[in-house]
C-alpha cells in the first residue's frame, strides 16, 4: 500500500479543518469581551468568573451527570443480559426482538421523544404514574441506550472462543459460575466500551430530555438551547469551552488506558 | 453488575428524597423576574426556588398541558390563554385570605373579563406589543407596522416575532382589523402578508432574542414586547422602542397557581410576596416593563414612570387593544401558524 | 437443526431443552426486551392511535375517531387545499440526500487518507474524526451561528472577495443548515466507509492500472464495488437520522425552514394539536422502517452492518 498523496493529504487536511472548526470557534469567542454578537471586542477571562456564579449552569451539570450515570448504569446491565440472551439461547420470536433492538437506532429523535410524552401522560392520567422529571428522563435514555449496548455486547460475544466456556464447563462450573469467571471477564472490555458509548449518547442527547424533562432537571444540552435560543452566548461559550475540554480529555485518557491494557494483555500473553 | 443495579435501584429514590423540604416551581418567560427578588423570597421563606423559563405562552401552555400541571406551582399566563387553562382545569382558585397584598393591586386591572372576581389570577405586569429598532442607520424608520410588512418601508433585515397571536395580531391591525378576528377573509390578508414578509426577514425569535439580535446588530429591527424595548434602549441609546401608530396589543401577565401544585401553600405566599409594593417595584425596574401594583410606584425609577416605551401616553393607549380567548377559533390561527412557519 | 446463525450450537447451550433455552432466554433478555416493549413498542402504538384522534377545542385529544389527520396531511386544510405538508416532507428528504450526499463525498478522501496512513497515524487520524462527536451537537451546531453572521471573519473574506453583499451574513439560511448537518453527520459516514475501506484488495486496482484503465475507471470497476458494504451502512446512518432533524433547522435556519422533525415539535409544542402531530411521526417512522427495510432487502445479513 502506498502512503496518501500530497493532493489527496491537503483534501483530509482541509476536511479536518471543517470539522474542527466549530470547536475552535467557540473556544476563541469564550475569551471575547464583546457581550453581543460576533464582533472581536477584545480578550477577556469574565465570562469564565460569570459562569462559576451561574447556578442553573451548575444545577444543570449535576443534573447532566446524575442523568448519565443512572442511565449508564441500567441500560449497560440491562443491555447486556439482552446481549447474552440473544446470543446464547433461541426463543420464540426472536427474529423480531432482533428487528425492534434496531429501531432506536434509526428513528429520529423526535419521533421517540414525542412517543415517549405521549406516553407518561397516558400513564399519568390513568395510573397516576410517571410525573416529569429526572426519573422519566432516566428512563427515557435508558431506552435509546440499550440497543448500542446490546449491538456493541453482542459482537464481543460473537468473536468469543466457544472453547474456554465448554472448558470451565467440563471442569464442573454450574452456568453461572461460568458465566461470572469466565465469559463476562472476557466480555468486559466489550461492556466497558458500550457503557462509554450509552454514557456518551446521554450527554449528548438533548431532543429526548427537553420532552420528557421536568422542574430542576434541566441538563446541559436544554440549557445551551436555550441560551442559543435567546440570542446569548457569551458565558455559554464559556460553558461549552469547559465541555469541549472535559470530553476531550476523558477521549484520551480512555484511549490511552485501552493501548496500555491491550500492551498489558500481549505482555501476558507472552 | 448485580451491586450495580442494587446501587441503581437504591440510590434512585435516594436522590428523589434528598431534595429539599420546602421548595417552589415558577415557570416564568425569561428575564421576567430579578434573580435578587427569588433570591430575598428564598431567604424570607426558607425555600428554594426552582425557576424554569420559556419564551412563548402556546410553548408554555403546552408543557402545564403535558405533566407540567402537577410539577410546577406557580405559572404566569397572558390574559388571553387565562380562560383557556381555566377550561382545561389547569389553574386552581385562588384562597384570597393568603394574598394580604391583593389591595395594592390598581383597580383598573382588577377583575378582568378573562378572570371575573379575580378567582383564579393577580395581574403580575403588562405591557404592549411593538417595535424596536436601531436610529442611526441609513434607512429611515417609519412609526408604522408597515416597517415590518412594507416593502418599501422596511429595513433591509428585521426579526418577525415567534408567536402566533402577536404576529398576527400585527399584521391585522397594520391592515386595520381587530386583533381577534375570526373572519377567513382577514386571515387570509394578514397570512398573506406575513408569508411575504417572512423571506425579507432574518428569522422568527421570541422577544428577548430579537432584542438581542437588534443590539448585537444582526438585525435593524424587531417586533418585541415594552420591557425588552425599554431595557434595549438602556443598553443601547442608538435604539428605540415604539409603538406602530395603527395601534398594536396590551396585554396583562398574570400570576396563577396549576391545578395540582406540589407545593400549594407557598405558591401563594409567593404571588403574596411579589405583590408587596417594594418588591413589585423592583421587579418592574428590573424587567422595565409596566407594573399593575398601584403601591409600588411611588418605588419605581421616576424615569421610568416617565418613559413612554414603559407606560404609554392616554392618546396611544386609546389605540391599544387586549388580546381575547377565541374558543374553537383558535384553531383557524394554529393552521395559519403552521403554513406561515412551514413555507 | 442450526436454524439461528447467532446461537452458538457447538457450546453447552446445545444441549439445552427448548424449555430450557425458554427460561434462560426469559431472565436474561427478558428485562431488556420488557423494557423496550414498555417504553419504545408500546409508546410508538399509542402514537398510531392517537394519529387516528381528533384534536379538542383548547389541544385536548378526544374522540371521534378519523382520518382528517391525514387528510389534513396531504393538504386538505381548513382553509382549502395547499400541498404544504407534502412540501415539506419532500424538502426533508432533499436535505436528508443532499446532507447524505455531500458527506459521502468528504467522506471518501478522508476514508482513503487515513486507510493509506502508517499504523499509529491511522489510529490517531481515526480518533480525530471522532472526538468532536463526544462533544456535544448543540455546540457544534451554534457555533456556526458565529461563524455565519455577518461580523464573521469569514462572512467578512466573502464580502471583501465580492461574493457576499455587504453586511449580509450566511446565517440564519439554508446554506447554515446544510453546512451544520454535514459537520455533525460526517462521522458517521466515515467510520463506515473506512471500515470498507481498509479491507480493500488492492491488487484488484493494480491489476487494472497493468490492463490501462484510468483512474476513475479503476475506482468504478475496482474499488467501488468492494466499498459498498460501507457505504450502504453510512448512507443509513446519515439519512434516516438527517431527514427527522430538528435542532439543526431550528438553530441554523433562524426557525424559519421547517422540516418534518419541526412540524412534530410544532405540533406538541405550541400548536397542541397532538394527534396530527402523532400522523406526522407515524409517516417518519413509515420512512424509516422502509429504508430500513430496503436496505436489508438490497444487502441482505449482515447483522445491519453496523459500523
Redesign the interface.
Known amino acids: 500500500?502506498?502512503?496518501?498523496s500530497p493532493r489527496?493529504?491537503v483534501?483530509?487536511v482541509l476536511?479536518?479543518a471543517?470539522?474542527?472548526?466549530?470547536?475552535l470557534?467557540?473556544i476563541v469567542?469564550s475569551f471575547n469581551a464583546s457581550r453581543?454578537?460576533?464582533?472581536w471586542g477584545g480578550f477577556t477571562t469574565r465570562w469564565y468568573e460569570v459562569l462559576l456564579e451561574n447556578a442553573?449552569a451548575l444545577s444543570a451539570a449535576k443534573s447532566t451527570l446524575?442523568l448519565g450515570i443512572?442511565s449508564t448504569?441500567?441500560s449497560?446491565?440491562?443491555?447486556?443480559?439482552?446481549a447474552?440472551?440473544?446470543?446464547?439461547?433461541?426463543?420464540p420470536g426472536?427474529a423480531w426482538?432482533n428487528r425492534?433492538?434496531?429501531?432506536?437506532?434509526?428513528?429520529?429523535?423526535?419521533?421517540?421523544a414525542?412517543?415517549?410524552?405521549?406516553?407518561?401522560?397516558?400513564a399519568?392520567q390513568w395510573f397516576g404514574l410517571f410525573?416529569?422529571?429526572?426519573?422519566t428522563m432516566?428512563?427515557?435514555h435508558?431506552?435509546f441506550q440499550?440497543?448500542f449496548v446490546?449491538?456493541v455486547v453482542?459482537a464481543r460475544l460473537?468473536g468469543l472462543d466457544?472453547a474456554l466456556?465448554?472448558a470451565a464447563?467440563d471442569l464442573g462450573a454450574n452456568e453461572i459460575q461460568t458465566f461470572w469467571h469466565v465469559t463476562?471477564p472476557l466480555i468486559a472490555p466489550g461492556v466497558i466500551a458500550a457503557a462509554m458509548l450509552a454514557f456518551?449518547l446521554s450527554?449528548?442527547d438533548?431532543?429526548v430530555s427537553f420532552?420528557t424533562s421536568?422542574?430542576?432537571a434541566?441538563t446541559?444540552?436544554i440549557l445551551?438551547?436555550?441560551s442559543?435560543?435567546?440570542?446569548?452566548?457569551p458565558d455559554?461559550n464559556a460553558l461549552?469551552t469547559l465541555?469541549?475540554i472535559v470530553?476531550?480529555v476523558?477521549?484520551l485518557a480512555t484511549?490511552l488506558l485501552q493501548r496500555s491494557q491491550k500492551y498489558k494483555n500481549l505482555k501476558s500473553e507472552r | 453488575m448485580r451491586s450495580l443495579i442494587i446501587l441503581a435501584t437504591v440510590l434512585l429514590p435516594l436522590c428523589t428524597a434528598l431534595a429539599e423540604p420546602k421548595a417552589l416551581n415558577l415557570y416564568i418567560w425569561s428575564e421576567y423576574i430579578d434573580p435578587q427578588v427569588v433570591t430575598r423570597f428564598e431567604k424570607e421563606f426558607d425555600a428554594k426556588v426552582t425557576v424554569d423559563v420559556y419564551e412563548d405562552a402556546e410553548s408554555m401552555l403546552a408543557k402545564i398541558q403535558s405533566g407540567g400541571v402537577s410539577l410546577y406551582d406557580v405559572v404566569v399566563p397572558p390574559d388571553h390563554l387565562v380562560p383557556a387553562m381555566i377550561k382545561l382545569k389547569l389553574l386552581a382558585p385562588l384562597i384570597h385570605e393568603r394574598l394580604t397584598n391583593f389591595k395594592n393591586l390598581d383597580p383598573a386591572f382588577l377583575s378582568p373579563p378573562y378572570d371575573p372576581g379575580n378567582t383564579y389570577t393577580v395581574p403580575y405586569q403588562w405591557g404592549t406589543v411593538g417595535i424596536f429598532a436601531r436610529t442611526n442607520a441609513s434607512h429611515p424608520l417609519s412609526f408604522s407596522w408597515g416597517f415590518i410588512f412594507d416593502p418599501k418601508l422596511r429595513p433591509e433585515s428585521f426579526v418577525l416575532i415567534d408567536s402566533v397571536r402577536d404576529l398576527l395580531g400585527a399584521a391585522l391591525k397594520y391592515r386595520g382589523h381587530s386583533l381577534n378576528s375570526t373572519d377567513p377573509a382577514q386571515l387570509k390578508e394578514a397570512r398573506q402578508l406575513i408569508l411575504e414578509a417572512k423571506p425579507k426577514s432574518l428569522s422568527f425569535e421570541g422577544s428577548v432574542a430579537g432584542k438581542n439580535r437588534v443590539l448585537a446588530r444582526a438585525a435593524r429591527a424587531a417586533m418585541v414586547y415594552s420591557g425588552e424595548g425599554a431595557r434595549g434602549m438602556k443598553e443601547d441609546k442608538e435604539t428605540v422602542y415604539f409603538i406602530p401608530e395603527e395601534g398594536s396589543q396590551i396585554w396583562v401577565d398574570n400570576l396563577a397557581i396549576t391545578a395540582k401544585a406540589p407545593h400549594r401553600e407557598l405558591a401563594e405566599r409567593f404571588i403574596n410576596f411579589i405583590l408587596d409594593a417594594k418588591v413589585g417595584a423592583q421587579i418592574s425596574n428590573f424587567n422595565q416593563f409596566s407594573t399593575p401594583n398601584q403601591a409600588a410606584l411611588p418605588y419605581i425609577r421616576p424615569e421610568d414612570l416617565k418613559n413612554p416605551a414603559i407606560y404609554p401616553p392616554e392618546a396611544v393607549r386609546k389605540k391599544l387593544e387586549f388580546l381575547s380567548d377565541l374558543g374553537a377559533k383558535t384553531r383557524l390561527y394554529d393552521e395559519i401558524w403552521t403554513q406561515v412557519k412551514s413555507r | 437443526m442450526n436454524a439461528d446463525p447467532q446461537t452458538n450450537d457447538r457450546s453447552l447451550t446445545g444441549a439445552l431443552t427448548r424449555n430450557g433455552h425458554w427460561w434462560r432466554s426469559a431472565l436474561t433478555s427478558g428485562p431488556g426486551l420488557a423494557w423496550l416493549t414498555a417504553f419504545l413498542l408500546i409508546p410508538l402504538l399509542a402514537i398510531v392511535t392517537i394519529s387516528f384522534l381528533t384534536r379538542g377545542e383548547y389541544g385536548e385529544i378526544e374522540r371521534p375517531f378519523t382520518f382528517d389527520n391525514y387528510q389534513r396531511l396531504l393538504g386538505f386544510g381548513l382553509l382549502g387545499f395547499d400541498p404544504l405538508y407534502p412540501t415539506i416532507l419532500v424538502r426533508s428528504l432533499i436535505l436528508g440526500l443532499t446532507t447524505a450526499g455531500l458527506c459521502l463525498f468528504a467522506a471518501l478522501p478522508l476514508a482513503f487518507f487515513i486507510a493509506r496512513l502508517p499504523g499509529g497515524w491511522k489510529t490517531a487520524a481515526l480518533i480525530l474524526v471522532v472526538v468532536p462527536f463526544w462533544t456535544n451537537l448543540l455546540i457544534r451546531t451554534y457555533a456556526w451561528q458565529i461563524l455565519f453572521s455577518s461580523e464573521s471573519w469569514l462572512c467578512r473574506t466573502a464580502q471583501a472577495l465580492g461574493w457576499l453583499s455587504p453586511g449580509t451574513a450566511l446565517y440564519p439560511g439554508f446554506l447554515a443548515v446544510l453546512v451544520g448537518m454535514v459537520c455533525d453527520f460526517l462521522p458517521f459516514m466515515v467510520l463506515p466507509l473506512y471500515a470498507s475501506v481498509e479491507k480493500i484488495d488492492w491488487t484488484l486496482a493494480e491489476a487494472a492500472v497493468d490492463l490501462g484503465a484510468n483512474p476513475w475507471q479503476v475506482f468504478r470497476h475496482a474499488l467501488l464495488p468492494q466499498i459498498i458494504p460501507g457505504l450502504s451502512a453510512g448512507w443509513v446512518l446519515v439519512f434516516l437520522p438527517a431527514t427527522g432533524q430538528f435542532v439543526i433547522p431550528d438553530l441554523l435556519g433562524g426557525a424559519k425552514t421547517t422540516m418534518l422533525g419541526n412540524l412534530i415539535q410544532q405540533q406538541f409544542g405550541p400548536s397542541r394539536d397532538w394527534p396530527f402531530g402523532a400522523a406526522i411521526s407515524f409517516v417518519a417512522l413509515l420512512l424509516v422502517v422502509g429504508g430500513l427495510w430496503l436496505r436489508a432487502r438490497n444487502a441482505p445479513e449482515k447483522d445491519g452492518g453496523l459500523m
Open positions: 500500500m502506498r502512503s496518501p489527496l493529504s483534501i483530509a476536511l479536518y471543517f470539522i474542527y472548526a466549530p470547536i470557534v467557540v469567542y453581543f454578537g460576533a464582533g442553573p446524575l443512572f448504569l441500567l449497560t446491565t440491562l443491555g447486556t443480559a439482552l447474552f440472551g440473544l446470543a446464547r439461547f433461541r426463543f426472536k426482538a425492534l433492538l434496531y429501531v432506536p437506532v434509526f428513528i429520529p429523535d423526535i419521533v421517540m414525542v412517543a415517549l410524552l405521549l406516553f407518561y401522560s397516558l399519568r410525573e416529569l422529571g429526572l426519573t432516566i428512563l427515557a435508558v431506552t440499550i440497543p446490546t449491538i453482542r460473537a466457544p466456556e465448554e464447563r463476562f456518551t450527554l449528548d438533548f431532543v420532552f421536568g422542574p430542576g434541566t446541559l444540552p445551551i438551547y436555550s442559543v435560543k435567546r440570542g446569548i452566548t455559554i461549552s465541555i469541549i470530553s476531550f476523558a477521549t484511549t
